[in-house]
């Protein structure tokens, strides 16, 4: 059986749509920031250069996925990297605790501003988990 | 559902949704629209938004949306909603995270026939001198102390910096500084973002154009602004970059709870908000004013930028020649405003995301070369048609909150567009056209001119319902992208 993508974008007038699938809440995190990522750039991951601690929290899991992508966000942008590598350490549905690696960013592709609570869903299903996220460009 | 029937035609351009339409709302929604732009903008999502706006608390008259409507989230992009005060809240959604995109309008001296041979290296000339600051930072950090200081003064710190001069702050939408900024509600976050983004120009929608000022529909008026046919004109459209994006991110985070607090409904979590007058609503205030400061210093710095590029170019085959500021407005911004609601003068706050304010003829806030004719308005369009200058209505107060539109608006989403063609070719097909483009071929590609409405029937729109009145039209001889 053919699984269907992590990740795929939609359609929004001004701004970027984004469909997440994981077969868990943690993988579900993981593919969102893979999906961000893979906007901003086409740059392949190298041997990673660098780690870095991430703690978000929310008041509930929809805010802490937009907590997460937008703290991925401002790393990237006040350090210049771009991620590749997503490990989640502990999720519940006020705190994620993570550590991501990657690389300097080479010229970026696309500017995120930020992911919105616009249209934001997380679900989950028989499947495992979908999240739909919008990210002003 | 939204269909074309559940619309009031109440005046030629005027559609209004009653209140009674659906139970949460609490005022009439209201789109200026021709019948076509009406029925596009039936097409995705945003009647719905602006639906949801007509149902935030203390929503005084009207919600409203411009001629150049289109999905956003939270409102849509061309919307406008002014709230109470007193019981009324203050929304970050409402704003957007572009907090004081705007955009502003130098006018030379020169024809523009004078430096069309020399487009190219014009263009190319300011995309490698102007940084993007996509990917990398600009060339000015700010310190501690001076990033606490430009937040609070704005385009002043700047001119006092050597970026331009103090005729530039009059000819600034409130004199390029927002007095209600404290630095202590802007977040270190967003402050480290912003630290080596002073004069860069980001991307998406954000451009420096070199225009020409093709026609001229109001003689008098254009001459007030200093405008004249075939002139050399440059626009500059940016906003406050990754400092005002955070700021907009960490109190759409941190007012998620105070919805809570303050037991607000909301349709859509994107327009979370905070009662005007609540600790929560003020901080916001203050720190949105902030990076409204930010943005003006940035679109100054641009600015000078630009002008120190041509002068160098130019003056060895010119000499001297003037380039000076028109104006320059806010398009995502929420403003503290005197208008008169239920035949009473009121304050309230007016949210504008994608809408520009219109002031007619006498107020005090315009410098006092323009008083006689009113504001300019500012419409920039898409890279191959052109843009706008209009001037502010009197009319507008009472229609509109003193608002008009801001753009062209969207139609076709990023996706869409760039299925249906590349960066590279956008740019050949516009350098037929004569119009020199360089930006990264992505963001071409997204910002192609089929991905917009047409300019001309949405500013056609905005004059024909009294809202600004055209007087010139300038169309693109070289635009650079970040």
Known sequence: MVRPPAFEELDHTADLALLIRGATLPELFVNAARAMFAQMTD???????????????????ESLLVAWLNELLFLSETKREVYSGFQIHSLSARELRATVKGGPSAELDLLIKSATFHNLTVEAGPEGFQATVVLDV | MVTMSTFRRVDECVWEIPREHQADMRVPARIFASEPLLEAALGDKSVEQLINTACLPGVVRYALAMPDIHQGYGPPIGGVVAMSLKDGVLSPGAVGYDINCGVR????????????????????????RVPSGVGRGGDISLSRKEMDDLLERGSAWAVARGYGTQEDLQHTEENGQMEAARPSAVSRKAKERGTDQLGTLGAGNHFIELGEVKEVYDADVAGAFGLFPGQLVVWVHSGSRGLGHQVCDDYVQSL????????????????????????????????MAGAANFAWANRQVLMVRVQRVLRELLAPRFGRFDLALVYDIAHNIAKVEEHVVDGKPMRVVVHRKGATRSLGPGRPELPEAYRAAGQPVLVPGDMGTGSYVLVGTSAAADKSFSSTCHGAGRVMSRHAVKRQVRGEDVQRSLELKGIFVRGPWKGLAEEAPDAYKDIDSVVDVVDRAGLARRVARVVPMGVIKG
């Open chain 1, 43 to 61: 740059q392949e991951p190298g041997q990673p250069a660098v780690k870095r601690r991430v703690r978000v929290t929310g008041i509930d899991v």
């Open chain 2, 256 to 287: 998620q709870s105070a919805v809570q607090k303050y037991s607000i409904k909301l349709p859509d979590r994107e327009l979370v908000c905070a009662p005007f007058y609540s600790d929560e609503g003020q901080q916001y205030l203050a720190a």
């Open chain 2, 105 to 128: 309008l130098v006018r030379s001296s020169l024809a523009a026939d004078q430096v069309r041979p020399l487009m190219a290296d014009l263009v190319d000339a300011i995309y490698s």
